[in-house]
């Protein structure tokens, strides 16, 4: 039976699919998803685990699209078609885990996000979602060099612990990623927000090696394992390609070097990376770059 929508923004591509305990991951390009972290890892598990669309969300009711503005494609060259910012559910179906995954492949909307994460809640509910996971990643003042910090929140204050993250105590301005987790919390279902650290040197381009940390966080948390050797690839690349061009410049070699010293110091004296003062001015110093550009 389809289920009866309340909200005309959802739409269904069929029959709502009957999942085994599923479990809702949700990424966000745009300011929840520096170095496009958070969205690649989200690519990974879609196309490890053979995902299908299963709903999509109406852009009409959250974008400005001055803002946030559609683009035109070229089909075999000669056709021009639209494609506007999307916001889709796809599901993942893991016979050989205790629970399937509904993967929310998204852009962070510029309108109505009280009523867009209502949506978003209202699709979990309909497909049965138990626990929600909403992943991010952010421009901190850290080293490409080290492991990448993963800081966390959790409904269930075990979950933090169990998983060994670092807490965040972070307060400031928050995106969708936020919104949508605490709407979820507040339908009763468990949630857990997990945070990338990215080296703010390095933040315009895709970071693999911080969407790898997250996905391997989100293995722990699901209990899916998913097929990242591309990704392991593209993280060895990476720093082989940062290293290189870092030491090209004595000034950010530099800079790096002071930053990996800091942090190693701060781990050993078992401080929490990145702190609450340096997330707030690099999230409020991200900020500003989008509005200028």
Known sequence: MV????????????????LRSPILVCSFRGWNDAAAAAST????????????SIAEVDPEEYFDFQTTRPTITLTEGQARRIEWP?????????????????????????LR????????????????????????????????????????LASDRDLVEELDLQRSSYEGPTGIVGVVHDCCRQAGMTSASLWAAVPHYV???????????????LEGLTGIAVDASDLEQETASYEE?????????PE???????????????????????????IAREFQHFLQQRRND
């Open 203 to 217: 933040a315009a381009v895709p970071n693999p090696k911080a969407a790898l940390a997250l996905l391997r966080r």
């Open 41 to 52: 890892a989200l690519a990974t598990v879609a196309e490890s685990l053979d995902a299908e």
């Open 86 to 110: 999307q916001n889709n559910l796809i599901a993942a179906r893991v016979p050989a885990a205790d629970h399937d995954l509904v993967l929310l492949d998204g852009t962070e909307p510029n």
């Open 3 to 18: 289920y009866a929508q309340s909200v005309d923004s959802l739409s269904w591509g069929g029959d709502v699919p009957q």
């Open 252 to 278: 950010i070699e530099e800079l790096v070097e002071r930053i990996e010293a800091e942090q190693t110091e701060q781990l050993g004296n078992g401080g929490d990376l990145p702190s609450a003062d340096t």
């Open 113 to 152: 996000w009280r009523t867009f994460s209502e949506t978003i809640a209202t699709a979990a509910d309909a497909l049965g979602v138990e626990m929600v996971i909403t992943m991010g990643a952010l421009i901190a003042e850290v080293s490409h060099t080290l492991p990448v910090p993963i800081t966390g």
């Open 241 to 249: 390609q940062i290293g290189r061009a870092v030491a090209a410049n």
